[in-house]
């Protein structure tokens, strides 16, 4: 039964598996995965977190997922709106518990690229940008990266141009908040003394040999590291309910 | 009050070449996309344009040649990937691309509509964005004179224009937005000039019978035009949805260099060969 779960649906749920009841929460552009995430996790064991959509709905009841994050049928019988310079605000006063950011470029201190490949003043590839990376990287308890191509081209051993800041750019006060890597072969975290990236939990199907081979640097193993919890039956047909059209699937192509 | 109803091309008018400009809406929605496509059929020349996270707008513009620098937190098309006159024009230097992180964006609208030369914000340090944004002088790091706690003194963006796409206004400028503001309300405080294209323009009395819904009241806006389906194919709350098809049009036009064509056929109108 597990080896039939999908790799986004298994991601979905590793990453509403992050966000705990009564957290705040909020989602960027472009995040379909981030957008199923936060509805597991309400629908399931954290029934009384507050949802902030990048819609600017908060807590709505979302039936179904568009391709733009920002579609306003995201605030569906929403309770009020809030916008994102008022969740910025929340995020300054550490009041932002979880967000969800991407990452073209990751690196073993959890430094993310979304800028530029190669060199900022003559990029080789101009990347879309951080978004709210910069800002929020260091000063969010938890923020949780997700990376649907888990090769040594994304896991490298030093990013291009640091967009988001990893444990090497960032003060004392900073290093307590945590990184979580949710990609499509594991869960990575930093939670060891040096603060580099290690394997917390293995996707059914993959192995820590292939993520090591899969990562351009020397990638440590969780002394309990184990496999990835597996969503139930309930869970990956409410996720195919609410994205009938596959959107989620954007990103894996 | 006096009526601020124009005609789409007076409103176009108050756009220079080399204006700083500023777009309502967020990527796929409330984008005031029929003001761009004048834009780009006067031929607008060096426009700077900001904005946290736009798409298509920007993206179009760049396309047709009106543009000379962007700075943006982020310019993409959602789950559909690269904007793609931004990527190609920016990886052959034929724009400049400044990246600038949607906080410290929406701080220097924030600042402007303020009245202030600048406003602090947390986060940024150790991001090589702080660095190059040093550089050109929008961001600065400081410290808080009360704790020394370290922070980034954000320079006010002050927009030459504001084009924002509402649904409703009356002929004096009193705007209502529904649904989502995104920073438009921000952005219009700060701007020099201020156009709002609507869905439709409603009476002054209509307006009056719920001024809680007002969002922009009239002494903040120089231009009404009534645009319907001013923000195609981008989403107008409670009017149309995002045509999705018609950006997966978009980018197979500029992806197979058949650009000139989507132009001819949706912004010059011009019959196809």
């Known amino acids: 039964m597990t080896d039939k779960i999908a790799t986004p649906d298994l991601m979905v749920y590793a990453m509403a598996s992050e966000i705990e009841n009564f957290n705040t929460v909020l989602h960027g552009v472009s995040s379909p995965l981030p957008v199923l995430g936060m509805s597991v996790a309400r629908r399931t064991h954290a029934p009384d977190m507050a949802y902030i959509s990048g819609a600017e709905g908060v807590d709505p009841e979302i039936d179904r997922i568009y391709p733009s994050s920002f579609d306003p049928r995201l605030n569906r019988n929403a309770v009020a709106y809030f916008g994102l310079h008022e969740a910025f605000d929340l995020a300054q006063r550490g009041e932002l518990d979880v967000m969800f950011l991407g990452a073209a470029q990751i690196d073993r201190f959890g430094n993310t690229n979304l800028s530029v490949i190669g060199k900022i003043e003559n990029p080789k590839v101009q990347l879309p940008g951080g978004a709210a990376s910069a800002f929020l990287m260091p000063i969010t308890p938890k923020v949780v990266i997700w990376a649907t191509r888990h090769t040594y081209r994304v896991f490298v051993e030093a990013v291009d141009f640091v967009t988001g800041q990893g444990y090497n750019n960032r003060s004392e006060a900073c290093k307590k908040n945590k990184i979580v890597v949710v990609s499509n072969l594991g869960v990575m975290n930093f939670e060891n003394p040096g603060r580099t990236m290690q394997i917390q939990s293995v996707h059914p199907g993959h192995t820590v040999d292939e993520i090591k081979e899969n990562t351009g640097f020397d990638i440590l193993v969780a002394p309990d590291v184990g496999e990835t919890p597996v969503p139930d039956q309930d869970i990956v047909d409410l996720i195919d309910r609410i994205d009938p059209d596959g959107v989620r699937q954007s990103e894996f192509h | ?273």
């Open chain 2, 1 to 273: 009050m006096k009526s601020v109803l124009t005609s789409f091309e007076e409103a176009a008018g108050l756009v220079d070449d080399g204006a700083l400009l500023t777009f309502g809406g967020a990527t796929f929605q409330r984008a005031p996309m029929e003001f761009v496509r004048e834009l780009v059929r006067r031929g607008k020349k060096n426009l700077t344009l900001i904005d946290r996270e736009p798409a298509m707008d920007f993206d179009l513009l760049i396309g047709a040649g009106c543009v000379a620098k962007v700075r943006t937190g982020m310019l993409a098309f959602e789950v559909f990937g690269m904007a793609p006159n931004f990527r190609r024009k920016s990886e052959k230097g034929e724009i400049i691309a400044k990246e600038g992180a949607c906080q410290p964006i929406i701080a220097g609208f924030r600042a402007a509509a303020m009245g202030l030369p600048s406003l602090p914000v947390k986060g940024m340090l150790g991001s090589d964005l702080l660095t190059i944004s040093e550089v050109i002088g929008s961001q600065k790091q400081i410290e808080d004179p009360f704790t020394g706690e370290k922070m980034i003194a954000v320079k006010a963006i002050e927009p030459d224009v504001a084009v924002i796409h509402a649904q409703k206004a009356d002929e004096f400028g009193n705007v209502r937005i529904e649904g989502p503001l995104y920073e438009d309300v921000i952005k219009a405080k700060a701007a020099k000039k201020v156009v709002v294209t609507v869905e439709e323009v409603v009476s002054a009395g209509e307006i009056r019978k719920m001024p809680e819904a007002t969002t922009l009241p009239h002494f903040i806006v120089d231009a009404v035009v009534e645009v319907p389906k001013g923000a195609y194919p981008c989403s107008c709350m409670n009017y149309y949805d995002t045509d999705y098809d018609h950006i997966q049009e978009y980018l197979q036009a500029a992806a197979k260099d058949t650009f000139e064509q989507y132009l001819d056929k949706y912004v010059y109108r011009r019959e196809s060969k």
